[in-house]
Structures are given as C-alpha cells and as structure tokens.
C-alpha cells in the first residue's frame, strides 16, 4: 500500500480549513485558563527543587537543562520535551509535570530548544540531539544515571520519536505528537518554521527507519482529528514492524488535559511509562 501524507479532506480543504486542523488552542476553548495554571505549578515547584537548574549544552539561554535527580542515582529518569509547535513555550514552565516521577522516585530532565524561526527545523532537531550527549555524559555528576525515557508532548511528541534514535535513550512517550511533517507546511505553523521539502522528508518520523526500542503512542480522544491520525498512523508504522509499544488513546481527554495524566503519580501515561521499563 502507498503511503499517504494527507488526510482525504486534505486537496480540497481552503487555507482556513487546513489551519483549523492543527489548531489545538482554537480547539479548547480554555486552553489559556489550563496553560496558565501549568505555569504557575512550575513556577512553584521550581525553586522548591532548585540545584540542578539553568545547565549550559550549549550557547544561548534555551539550550539549558533543568535536573531534578532522585534519591538513587541508578533511578530512571524521566526527561519531558515540551510542545509548542517548535516555536513557543520554555521548559521552566513544564516541570510541574514531573511531580508524578518524582513522587516514584524517578529523576526527571526537561531540556530547553531554539525555536522558530530563530533556528530551522533540522538546527531545532540537532539542539535536542546535543541536549542527550550533554546528559548522557554530565548527568551522573548531577546524579542522573539511571536508564533515560524520553517523553514529549504535541511538537515534543515529534522531537521524542526522533530521539529514540540517539543511543542514550532506552524508549520513549511520545503525546499528541506530530509524526508526518507534510501538512504542516500547509498551514499557517509554517509561517515561523519556514519547512522544506528535504526536511518533511529526512524529519518526519513516518518517513524515517522504525527504532526497535519500545515507544508508547498517546493521545486524547478528546483531540483533533489530525492529531489522533497522525498518532495512529505512527503506531501503525511502528507496530508493522514490530516494534514494542502500545497505542494509549486517553478517554476524553483534550489537547493540554492529557497531561494531567503523566502528572499524577498514578496517572495512566506515567503508568505507562513505567511499563516501557519492562518491554
């Protein structure tokens, strides 16, 4: 069967249609109320944690790391890629995310990136790459040195499923990702992201090698559509080639609600990040 990029609306949908489609934050009509009270959780959870923060992998202040290491050194660790559509957000306002793994005593990891358009997508990719040897080689001075789970929501989905090709990373949670490039550069995301076609081409985890390490695939039911076919399409990818992982549909669940699910210590993603342990 030929692989198709596009949706069957896709051809014949107006700009406005095709913008519609991947916007999340026109879908949830609260999605400023929920993104605020995320930031206002990290911004206490921060300096309650403070130590390993603000960590240089590179020039600028976005390539910096933020460690939270756990009691055992050998503990895994939890590293979160935030979403944004490569060109918004910071990583100090996701680590409230990471109470849940801590909480299991789990170390948690959350890199910063260059966004768009100060970068390009190959150059935005490249800084996550350069983030994990930073980690891979630094990361037991800071107490980190246990088996790396990378997870990553909406446009970290996209950067997780590529990262599970760096040696360092033993499996991944990619959430409410994107896996197929194309039509974003239909849209008006493109607009910062400038997207090529040799970068949908050598980006876009659906056109690129399936990595044989266990990879789970989550989304919101509540999503949408585009956003639950690009993820079970992925999995359909991976699974075709038998690689471990499982397709995770979160009941209900909207674009930014599906976090509270790795938040809770006992939330269904962070559950099934601990299974990813045992694949």
């Known amino acids: 069967m030929t692989y198709e990029p596009y949706p069957a609306f896709w051809a014949a949908a107006t700009p406005a249609a095709r913008d519609a489609a991947y916007n999340n934050t026109g879908a949830v009509a609260d999605s400023a109320t929920l993104n605020a009270a995320r930031t206002a959780d990290a911004a206490s959870f921060r300096p309650a944690h403070a130590g390993h923060l603000d960590l240089p992998y590179g020039e600028g202040p976005r390539r910096q790391w933020d460690l939270f290491p756990a009691a055992d050194p050998k503990a895994p660790c939890l590293v979160f890629i935030h979403g944004g559509y490569w060109q918004r957000n910071q990583r100090q306002d996701f680590c409230g995310l990471m109470a849940g793994a801590l909480a299991r005593g789990w ?51 996209h950067l997780t499923a590529l990262a599970l090709e760096h040696p360092a990373v033993a499996a991944g949670l990619a959430i409410s990702g994107i896996f197929e490039l194309a039509p974003i550069r239909d849209t008006d995301l ?13 980006l876009s985890p659906m056109r690129r090698p399936v990595v044989q390490k266990p990879c789970i695939i989550a989304y919101g039911t509540g999503e949408l559509a585009e956003l639950r076919r690009q993820s079970r399409d992925f999995h359909t990818y991976r699974a075709t080639a038998h690689a471990k992982g499982a397709l995770v549909p979160i009941a209900h669940a909207d674009h930014f609600r599906i976090l509270d699910a790795l938040k809770a210590p006992d939330g269904e993603l962070l559950r099934a990040a601990a299974d990813l342990l045992n694949l």
């Open 107 to 157: 170390a948690a990891a959350l890199p910063g990136y260059t966004l768009a358009p100060d970068t390009t997508m190959t150059g935005l990719v490249a800084d996550i790459r350069a983030a994990l040897d930073w980690l891979a080689a630094h990361g037991p001075t800071h107490g980190i040195g246990g088996r790396i789970i990378v997870a990553g929501h909406s446009a970290g989905g």
């Open 190 to 202: 493109n607009d910062k992201l400038h997207l090529t076609p040799e970068e949908v081409e050598a």
